[in-house]
């Protein structure tokens, strides 16, 4: 698609690594400061699902820069629901289940983002018996298909991931509020 060589591709994914740092960080910021703190993460989700479904709509043909750019706004949204939902679960549990309920949050959160991977890697490079490494890597030439259809593979993937962020704002939409514990005042002070 693009044609960079393994390290810039790597050096062109530093943005989106550092966007999902900063999402988390500014949603955690936003949340002690309102009210209505899952709405940081719909809002930053909503920002990954356009950004996504431009990616879906034509890929191939938009600069490098501008798929940086809705690569890091993606992250961006997804880095937001970290501290969302991690407060949202440890809000629910007695404080001296908080290290298994965040435990087995990150157990559940690395276990499905291995497994989007290799869904997405699926659509991406599946279906192609003869794929394998050529001497410049795995590229569209080394799966044997034409660039077109390998583009149409990425259009899939990034449709696809804009279904399952749509999904995910859904789900953070219908999850409960409740008042984070340090926002209720101790009954316990005082008495």
Not at 106 to 131: E, K, T
Request: charged share 10%.
């Amino acid at each position: 698609m693009i044609g960079l060589p393994a390290s810039s591709a790597g050096t062109a994914l530093i943005p989106v690594v550092m966007a999902t740092v900063v999402g988390a960080v500014l949603a955690g910021r936003v949340m002690y400061m309102v009210d209505r703190y899952k709405w940081a993460t719909i809002v930053g989700l909503a920002f990954s699902v356009c950004a996504v479904a431009v990616l879906a709509a034509n890929p191939g043909e938009l600069p490098l820069a501008l798929i940086e750019v809705l690569l890091a706004t993606t992250s961006l949204g997804i880095g937001a629901t970290v501290p969302v939902t991690i407060a949202a679960i440890q809000n629910v549990v007695a404080p001296h289940q908080f290290g298994s309920a965040t435990a087995s949050y990150n157990f559940f959160r690395q276990l499905a983002g291995a497994l989007a991977v290799a869904a997405f890697g699926a659509v991406v490079f599946g279906g192609d018996a003869h794929a394998g490494l050529g001497p410049h890597g795995l590229t569209y030439q080394t799966i044997q298909v034409s660039g077109a259809e390998f583009l149409q593979r990425f259009r899939f993937a990034f449709a696809m991931m804009a279904v399952t962020l749509a999904v995910a704002v859904v789900m953070i939409l219908l999850m409960e509020e409740r008042p984070l514990r340090g926002d209720q005042p101790d009954s316990s002070v005082g008495s």
